[in-house]
């Protein structure tokens, strides 16, 4: 049987045994960060760090170029800090939630990531995840998690419902993903609310006045489409349709004929790269020429698609959260710079990765070193000129800067079309 031990509950003994606590959780780990599975996470870098930071993206399926540009991005910062938060050292390890099966993010793979992390008293805090519908899995793990809740900084996440309510979202959220009534996870992109309305106006430049809307079906495609319908409305475009999308079929001719039926002059493409994402450009292209087709950046890295779509993803538009590298300033402009000359040509959601380090890196300097605070310190995020420029957190884990690009596909290469901020009034309509 566990013996009971009662404290005094005086003011001047709780800050003592909250001052031993965290002694006490130092001192464990003043041998290294205890390294997290093998079979999900590469290998540790810093072994010697006190803290473990990891990142959680998917490393397998067609964005896997993508997502692991993000991890070196992550070990890219943390590395110009020399690995230090403050008086903290860290280490970092980058985990897979996906699965070659799968090709793309795994349920049971996010949950098991998650309980590892929440399990491992060395994780200090999560950067991700990538895709919405693994954040919906993993953000209500950690924060229930022992001495916690474990702080999580995404990326790439942009489905409304993971921080706030709104007309594309369901019942329940956000709340229903922070069990124990405290906040942990926050955003540095642009929700999707945001996106779908700069989409919305995207669309009213190109002269669409009959919009069909696709979905993949998961949380984040769903939620895209969604907002992207909600605002296109708002602004008078008639939406003839709204249906979703096989991943996996072989053929999507009929769907192109029910495009076509419909009148639609453009077409929104709610979701992410599938293994048929080329397939579906062709076949809607062939089957409705001349038809606008549009897709928000879940279709990222565009080249992709581009390679097997050819000719068919010509004048395709792809919206992502942020402002193009070509127009980063300052420490942006250095990151782009520096990286690209250790690593390569950043990938927008790089760009993000490195921020969500800083952001992290900069929480845990400013903390007590308990999970807890750290979580608690991310919402105090206030970035003056960083990489993406100078941003604060709100309580809800969004991010005050908004903007989205707009890239058009022109002779299979993405172009800058145009750099988009809506207003907040068509933003509540999405």
Known sequence: MKKRIYVAAGASTLIAVTALVVASLASARSNGATPLPASSCQA??????QYLIASDLPLEGSGRTQTIQMGKAIAYILKQHNWKAGKYTLAYQACDDATAQAGKWDSGKAAAN???YAQDQSVIGVIGTFNSGAAEIEVPILNRAPNGPVGMVSPANTYVGLTHAGPGTAAGEPGKYYPTGKRNYIRIVAADDFQGAADAILAKSLGIKKLFLLNDKEAYGQGVAADTRNAAQKLGIKVVGFTAWDGKASSYEALAVKIKSSGAQGVF???LICENGGKLI???????????IMAPDGFTPISADVQTAGSAANNMTVSVAGLPNSQLKGAGKAFVKGFTKAVGVPDPYAVYAAQAAQV??????RSNGTRADVAKQLFKTKVKNGILGSFTINKNGDTSSNPVTIYKIVGGKSTNYKVIVPPTTLVRAA
Do not use: E, F, T
């Open 114 to 116: 998650a309980n590892a």
């Open 44 to 49: 540790i870098q810093n072994p010697s760090g």
């Open 282 to 292: 062709k076949d809607i292209r062939a089957g409705v020429p001349g038809i606008k």
């Open 269 to 271: 493409l709610g979701g």
């Open 360 to 365: 992290m890196i900069d929480a845990i300097a």
